[in-house]
């Protein structure tokens, strides 16, 4: 895992909750721009930033529903 990948998982997970963060948040708190923070993360994990947030929400929605 890269420090980049490190930095933007931490992120996101700070704002998992915030349904008002997205990619031009993302993209800020990550200090790159939007462009930038798509062609990093695709060619680290094959997927652009807003799947990435999404996939991460659904992750942590599942967690919470096996809770229950």
Excluded: C, Q, W, Y
């Excluded at 990948?5 to 800020?28: C, P, Q, T, Y």
């Excluded at 200090?31 to 652009?48: C, I, M, Q, W, Y």
């Amino acid at each position: 895992m890269t420090l980049m990948f490190s930095i933007a998982v931490k992120i996101i997970n700070e704002h998992l909750s915030d349904s008002s963060f997205g990619v031009e948040l993302f993209a800020n708190k990550i200090a790159l721009g939007r462009a930038t923070l798509h062609k990093k993360l695709v060619a680290l994990v094959g997927e652009p930033p807003s799947e990435l947030i999404k996939r991460m929400r659904l992750g942590k929605a599942v967690k919470l529903l096996e809770k229950t």
